[in-house]
């Protein structure tokens, strides 16, 4: 679960981003200088919380909807994982929980549906998320 601070991403979530985006390790360069991944055969689920809704495309925010566009280049772009899925509770401070609650139920049912594997290796937690 990461919260977005000042319409981006959460400082930790960038520093262990920065920590594992390792040339050799996590992804190479070919010699034409373009990156390939080296994450294949692994799936990637983000919890993010905010305080307004950026996936309405009639939002205000809507245009401002960089940290789902820059975790998926990341580790489907670049990394190469052959999932990326992102829940995100949205609204926190003006909806209400039992709307943002069914809204994550929903998402999170679709994902696990389509999935091709229904398991999860690991979480990775900040918290500092409200819902």
């Known amino acids: 679960m990461t919260p977005l601070h000042n319409f981006n991403i959460f400082s930790r979530l960038k520093d262990y981003l920065d920590n594992i985006l390792i040339a050799k390790h996590t992804f190479k360069y070919t010699e034409s200088g373009e990156s390939v991944g080296l994450m294949q055969n692994h799936k990637c689920l983000v919890f993010q919380s905010s305080g307004c809704v950026y996936s309405d495309k009639n939002s205000v925010y809507a245009n401002m909807d960089f940290a789902k566009q820059y975790l ?8 190469d994982f052959d999932e990326f899925n992102i829940i995100r509770a949205e609204g926190t401070d003006f909806l209400e929980r039992s709307v943002i609650l069914e809204k994550i139920k929903s998402k999170f049912k679709t994902i696990f549906a389509t999935s091709t594997n229904k398991s999860i290796k690991k979480i990775m937690v900040f918290k500092n998320a409200k819902i």
């Open 72 to 79: 998926e280049t990341m580790f489907k772009n670049i990394m």
